[in-house]
């Protein structure tokens, strides 16, 4: 039956922390569904430290911030299938968005996330592969790299972290940080890499970057690269 009741005039609410400086833009979703087409009526945002924000936090079970809830109003348009496919359900009229990493942890009060590398460099050996690109590829897996330092293995500080990890190829790469958060990535890192004593993650299966990435074998000397070449690199 007709009730002239209008539809589709969705509303958000932007639940923000300041102490978490790296968070992403949460309010940056409101505009890929303006951009779709959307009609959001109404935009607020909260402090985490507002009484309405505790009180939504409390009542949505919010466990990550920031956090967008957008009203079950989106239900009209295409757009909530996405929501619904990555496993969100209306709580009290509401779909709550989490920030993925990095976030804050609401129980903890903690910034998740954050991971730092270290590029360990050859700048003597012209033919190796650029170190830069296991940033590269962390970022592309998702990981926020907060901090990067790139230090090559000739200089003192260099020679300081192949004795302390007994690192024999290089260019590679020590990840620090809270990778656990990150689903899937600590039993991908224990097919290319180890974990030691302190916490540090150190790539040392170079072979897996392929044959077009040459790196060198401080034992032998050698420059190598992955096995689909059969010829060693001259």
């Known amino acids: 039956a007709f009730t002239g009741e209008v539809k589709g005039k969705v ?8 102490r978490c400086t790296q968070c992403a833009n949460v309010s940056a979703l409101v505009t890929n569904m303006q951009d779709a087409g959307i ?7 909260y ?5 309405r924000a505790k009180k939504l936090i409390a009542d949505l079970n919010v466990t990550k911030l920031p956090a967008l809830l957008i009203s ?3 239900e009209v348009y295409p757009f909530v299938q996405g ?5 969100l359900e209306v709580n009290e009229g509401y779909y709550v968005v989490e920030s993925t990493a990095p976030y804050l942890e609401v129980a903890s009060g903690k910034v998740r996330g954050l991971i730092s590398i270290t590029l360990l460099g ?3 050996c012209t033919q190796c592969y650029d170190v830069r690109l296991h940033k590269t590829i962390l970022a592309r897996g998702g990981l926020f790299i907060d901090k990067d330092v790139t230090i090559d293995v000739n200089d003192a500080e260099g020679k300081v972290l192949l004795n302390k990890y007994n690192i024999e190829k290089v ?10 958060i990150y689903e899937g990535f600590t039993r991908a890192w224990k097919k290319v890499g180890t974990e030691e004593a302190d916490g540090a993650l150190v790539f040392r299966e170079l072979d897996a970057l392929g044959p077009s990435n040459i790196y060198r074998d401080l034992t032998t000397g050698k420059l190598s690269r992955g096995p689909s070449v059969q010829e060693p690199v001259q």
Do not use: F, H, N
């Open 83 to 87: 929501l619904q496919q990555a496993g």
């Open 39 to 45: 009609y959001v009526e109404e935009e607020k945002s």
């Open 47 to 51: 402090g985490s430290y507002d009484t």
């Open 171 to 180: 260019p590679t790469v020590i990840v620090r940080g809270d990778v656990d």
């Open 11 to 18: 509303r958000t609410i932007a639940l923000l922390d300041s």
């Open 122 to 124: 050859d700048e003597s």
């Open 72 to 74: 079950d109003d989106i």
